[in-house]
């Protein structure tokens, strides 16, 4: 059984154990028992075999995050950069803007088709949480603009790459980002779609006023799991727990961010597949490189999210990389390694 997190508040203590939350050491019996009894992999992840048997990667569920491609977009445009995304096996992308800079002005309307007539599915975007200046296009200063623009594109998924950071690092903090979060997933669900938060390492930090609480804890806890969705950052998560397997005063806290995604398989629909060279000597612990280049084991994290109750069917896997050196040359080696990944022989 999942065990709730040691904590210090028993209000939260009670709404993790209500949601079965994993905490920062939890359900890593859940994990061992989806990954077939294998020993949870170093931070850096293992080599994976290259193994016979299916795909790893679900059909029609490759994608990648256009953020990558940013250079290109705004040079070439959305049209030829969907083009060479097609030509390299992709199904999916995810929004990170609506504009082609020097490219030129084009309409939403335009963009859907664009995107359709390329092969290509919009599965989600990412738009700012908030903002000072009230004209900000965001979801707390523009809320009905935001999904307007994401109903006119058709998508599934609108959320945020924002972290809950707007009332600080407490627990109560949190809970306030937390209650915004609800209503802005109940707003979606109203059109059709999913509200979701994409983590970065910090998420994975401990409250400032409850140093026994992480904070990625208490945003799971107090969203509803029917209004708020998570597109976890896979690399992102691995920094995280470089950098934060340890609380403040230096007790071990160790946690596997694929446990928390087998514990709730249906609040994660979206994924980012980013890699990262092991480099203990490096702030996050890892180099970000393009994806097969690094030490993340992407045959196992994969998998083990396939082998959940409609886990091909409901999770979407969008490569990305922050800055590469040649963002086609990226998109194209992410696509064949990822599609080259097999599950391992039985």
Not at 152 to 164: D, E, F, R, V
Not at 298 to 318: C, N, P
Request: proline share 5%; glycine share 10%.
């Amino acid at each position: 059984m999942p065990r709730t997190p040691r904590t210090t508040d028993p209000e939260l203590a009670r709404t993790l154990s209500r949601r079965n939350m994993l905490g920062v050491a939890a359900a890593g019996a859940t994990a061992a028992a989806l990954l077939g009894g294998a020993t949870t992999a170093s931070a850096a992840g293992t080599a994976p075999a290259a193994g016979r048997g299916r795909p790893v990667l679900p059909p029609g569920r490759l994608g990648i995050q256009l953020y990558s491609l940013r250079d290109k977009v705004s040079t070439l445009g959305f049209a030829r950069v969907f083009e060479e995304l097609r030509r390299f096996g992709y199904d999916e992308v995810e929004y990170a803007g609506y504009s082609q800079g020097s490219a030129g002005p084009l309409t939403l309307a335009q963009l859907r088709r664009l995107t359709r007539d390329h092969g290509l599915r919009a599965i989600g975007s990412h738009v700012g949480y908030y903002s000072d200046d009230p004209g900000a296009y965001t979801f707390a200063q523009n809320l009905t603009k935001v999904l307007d623009d994401a109903q006119a594109l058709g998508l599934k998924h609108i959320g945020t790459a924002s972290g809950p950071w707007r009332y600080g690092a407490t627990v109560d903090g949190w809970k306030r980002c937390a209650e915004e979060f609800n209503h802005y997933g109940a707003e979606a669900r109203k059109r059709g779609m999913k509200f979701y938060q994409h983590n970065h390492a910090e998420e994975f930090s401990f409250a400032t006023d409850r140093p026994d609480v992480r904070l990625y804890d208490v945003l799971l806890a107090e969203t509803d799991p029917d209004l708020v969705y998570l597109e976890m950052d896979i690399y992102w998560a691995y920094a995280g727990r470089f950098r934060f397997g340890r609380r403040p005063d230096g007790t071990p806290a160790p946690f596997d961010p694929l446990a928390y995604v087998l514990e709730q398989p249906d609040r994660y629909p979206l994924f980012h597949v980013k890699d990262g060279e092991r480099d203990d000597t490096a702030r996050d612990g890892y180099r970000m490189v393009d994806v097969g280049d690094g030490d993340i084991d992407y045959q196992r994290f994969i998998s083990a999210v396939g082998r959940t109750h409609g886990g091909r069917r409901d999770h979407h896997w969008q490569a990305e990389h922050d800055n590469p050196a040649e963002s086609l040359t990226f998109a194209r080696k992410a696509a064949s390694h990822l599609r080259s990944l097999r599950e391992k022989d039985c």
